[in-house]
DNA sequence: GAGATCACGCACG
DNA sequence: CACGTACGTGATCAGA
C-alpha cells in the first residue's frame, strides 16, 4: 500500500559486504534510547540524497521500485534511473511463484537466509527481526546486498528466456506509469454512497421480512449452510448441483429455480442488495484518503499468472456494471471539480489477438471489415447472411467466442447454453470446421505446452504448466484450459501495458491524468477542453501499441461520472 | 476467543 | 462462476 507507506531510511550497496543504511524519518519515535552513541539513531536529511535519487545518471537497482516511486514522489522527489527491479525481474521469470518477497528470491536464487526470512517446514515466524528497531537496519541492508547480488543473477535469466525486451521496454517502466495513477487516485461521491447504503438498509429489511415469512421462520440467510437447510430441508426444493460441503446455492442454481418459487427469487435479490452494500456502497467511502480526498488503489504489477495486473484496497477492477443498482455504485465515481472523465477501451482484444494467433481467414476478415464479431460469427456458423441472425443466434454464438477463449477443452457450453452435451458438441464441431485455424491453433498451443512446460505470449511472457502431464483428468484438462487461454489473456495484457506507456509518453504537455486501468479500459481525467485532443491520443497510443494482422480498435467515452458516458467521435 | 484459514458466493474483464 | 482476479461473510479451529 505505497500510498500509505511511509518513508523511513534509503539502503545502498555498492559493493559485496558494503551495505548502508540512512535513517531520514523525521517522526518522533526516533530519538536514541539508552543515550549511547550509536550512529543508527543519525538521521541524514533527505534533502542530500534528492540529486542522487533524480539523477538518470546514477543507476539504482531496486525491489518493487513502484514503492520507491510513491514514497519518494510523496516526499517531492522525482525517483530516476532505476535500471532494474528485482521483484519486476522475478515476476516475469516466473509468473506463478506465490511471494516475490526478496527474502524468499534471495534465499532461492542465492541460498542465502535473510534476517527475516521465513522457512516453510513449520514454527511460527519471528516477531523479532522483521518487527524490532534493532533487527530492522540489519535486516534492511541485508536485503540491499541481497539486490546488487541478485541483479546480474536475475538480468541473465531475463536474456536466458527472452524476457529482457518485456523488461526493459514495458514492465520496468510501467512501473512509475503505476505509481503515479495510484498517487492520482479517483474521486467518489460520498454522499451519494452513504444515501444509497440507507436506501439498502431500508430494502434489505423488507426483503429479510419477506423471506423469513415464506421460510416460516428467522435464519442467517447470508449462510449458505442455513440457507441449504432450509430451501432443501425445510422446504423441500430439489436440488440442482452439489459442492464438496453440501448442495449449491449459487446465483447460477437458484436462477433456475427462481422462476418456480418466490422464496428462491427474493434470495436472490438479497444477495444483490447486499453485495452491493456491503462490497461497495459501505466498503468505499471508508478508503478515501483524508489527504486527497480520493481513493488511492495499489495497481499490482506481479499478482496474475497471465501478466494482467490486478487491483486491491480496494480493488477498482470490479466496480460493478451490469445491473442497473450496480451502475449506482459506478455513478459515484467522479471526475473532480470542472472535470470529466474519459473512458478509452479496446473493442473485442481478446478475439482480436486470437484472430492474430490463428491467422483464421474468417476470424481476420470480420475484423478488417469492423463487423460485428459475434454476429459474423453466427452468420459463419448457420451459414446465413447477417439480416438473418437473430438476436438467438447471436447469444449462442457470442457464448462460443467465449468458450473458445477460455479453451473449451471440456464442454460444459452444452450447460451453458441449456443444450445437450451432444448438440454442444455438434456446434463445436461446426465452429471448428468453419474456423480451422482456430482448431488448429488449439491442438498446436497444448502440444508446445507438453513439450516446454509452459506457453508464451505473442511478447514472449511466460506461463509454466506443470499440471499439463497431471494424471488426475480433471487437473490436466484445467491445465490444457489454461494453455489455451493464457497466450489470449497475456497478450492482450501486453499490448495493453505497452499501450499504456505509449499514452502517458503521448499525454506530457496536456493537463490529463490516468486514472485506472481496467483490463481493456484505460480511464483519465481531464478539463473539458481537452476531451477530444485526449481521445485521440488514447487512440492513438493503444491502438498503436503493435501492428497486428487485425487493427486494434479503440472505443472512446467521455461524462461526468463513470456510469453516463457519451461516445467521443 | 481473537485471528487465521477455508468454503462459498459473486463483482469485474 | 469455463480463463483471470479481489473480497465480504460465515464456519471452523487450539491450547493453556
Request: net charge negative.
Amino acid at each position: 500500500k505505497p500510498i500509505r507507506a511511509k518513508l523511513h531510511g534509503l539502503s545502498f550497496c555498492v559493493a559485496e559486504g558494503q551495505a548502508s543504511y540512512a535513517r531520514v524519518d523525521d517522526s518522533a519515535e526516533c530519538g536514541s534510547k539508552q543515550g549511547a552513541l550509536d550512529l543508527r539513531d543519525y538521521r541524514v536529511p533527505l534533502a542530500e540524497f534528492k540529486a542522487f535519487l533524480e539523477s538518470e545518471n546514477a543507476k539504482k537497482y531496486c525491489h518493487d521500485s513502484k514503492v520507491g516511486y510513491a514514497v519518494l514522489a510523496r516526499r517531492g522527489i522525482a525517483l530516476k534511473g532505476v535500471e532494474f527491479d528485482t521483484m519486476l525481474a522475478a515476476y516475469l521469470i516466473d509468473s506463478t511463484r506465490g511471494s516475490y518477497d526478496i527474502a524468499d528470491i534471495a534465499f532461492e536464487r542465492l541460498s542465502l537466509e535473510l534476517p527475516g526470512f521465513v522457512t516453510n517446514n513449520g514454527g511460527a515466524p519471528a516477531a523479532d527481526a522483521r518487527q524490532s528497531a534493532s533487527g530492522h537496519i540489519e535486516r534492511v541492508c541485508a536485503e540491499c546486498e541481497a539486490i546488487y547480488k541478485l541483479k546480474p543473477i536475475l538480468d541473465t535469466k531475463l536474456k536466458e528466456d527472452g524476457l529482457d525486451w518485456l523488461y526493459y521496454n514495458v514492465e520496468l517502466p510501467l512501473a512509475r506509469v503505476l505509481a503515479e495513477m495510484e498517487l492520482t487516485g479517483v474521486a467518489v461521491d460520498v454522499e451519494q454512497l452513504e444515501a444509497l447504503s440507507t436506501t439498502l438498509t431500508v430494502d434489505i429489511k423488507e426483503t429479510e421480512r419477506r423471506i423469513y415469512e415464506m421460510a416460516g421462520e428467522e435464519f442467517n440467510i447470508g449462510s449458505p449452510k442455513q440457507l441449504q437447510r432450509i430451501l432443501f430441508e425445510k422446504l423441500g426444493l430439489t436440488a440442482a448441483k452439489k459442492t464438496k460441503t453440501g448442495f449449491s446455492t449459487s446465483a447460477a442454481v437458484l436462477e433456475e429455480m427462481a422462476a418456480d418459487y418466490p422464496i428462491v427469487s427474493e434470495i436472490l435479490n438479497w444477495r444483490e442488495l447486499t453485495k452491493i452494500k456491503s462490497t461497495y456502497a459501505d466498503a468505499l467511502p471508508k478508503l478515501i484518503n483524508p489527504e486527497t480526498g480520493r481513493i488511492h488503489t495499489s495497481l499490482n504489477q506481479t499478482a496474475t499468472a497471465t501478466g494482467r495486473l490486478s487491483s486491491s484496497d480496494p480493488n477498482l477492477q470490479n466496480i460493478p456494471i451490469r445491473t442497473e443498482l450496480g451502475r449506482q455504485i459506478r455513478k459515484a465515481f467522479i471526475a473532480s471539480g470542472d472535470n470529466v472523465l474519459v473512458s478509452a477501451d479496446y473493442s473485442q482484444i481478446e478475439l482480436r489477438v486470437l484472430a492474430h494467433f490463428t491467422n483464421d481467414e474468417n476470424l481476420v476478415r470480420a475484423f478488417e471489415n469492423d463487423e460485428d464479431i459475434h454476429t459474423a460469427t453466427a452468420c459463419v456458423i448457420f451459414n446465413c447472411s447477417p439480416e438473418d441472425v437473430t438476436p438467438e443466434m447471436r447469444r449462442r454464438a457470442k457464448t462460443i467466442n467465449f468458450a473458445v477463449i477460455y479453451g473449451m477443452a471440456d464442454f460444459t457450453l452444452g450447460r451453458e447454453l441449456g443444450i445437450s452435451t451432444h448438440e454442444a458438441r455438434d456446434y463445436i464441431n461446426m465452429y471448428f470446421t468453419k474456423f480451422p485455424g482456430v482448431k488448429k491453433y488449439t491442438e498446436e498451443i497444448v502440444e508446445t505446452a507438453r513439450e516446454l512446460g509452459f506457453v508464451t505470449t505473442m511478447f514472449g511472457r511466460r506461463r509454466y504448466l506443470p499440471d499439463i502431464h497431471s494424471t488426475k483428468h480433471a487437473v490436466r484438462m484445467f491445465a490444457e484450459r489454461a494453455a489455451i487461454n493464457t497466450p489470449i489473456q497475456g497478450t492482450a495484457a501486453d499490448l495493453m501495458k505497452i499501450g499504456m506507456l505509449k499514452v502517458y509518453d503521448l499525454l506530457k504537455g496536456t493537463n490529463a491524468k490516468m486514472l485506472l486501468q481496467v483490463h481493456d479500459e484505460l480511464l483519465f481525467e481531464c478539463p473539458p477542453s481537452e476531451v477530444n485532443r485526449v481521445a485521440e491520443l488514447a487512440r492513438e497510443g493503444m491502438g498503436g501499441a503493435h501492428q497486428m494482422r487485425v487493427p486494434l480498435k479503440v472505443d472512446v467515452k467521455a461524462g461526468k461520472n463513470w456510469a453516463e458516458m457519451e461516445s467521443v467521435a
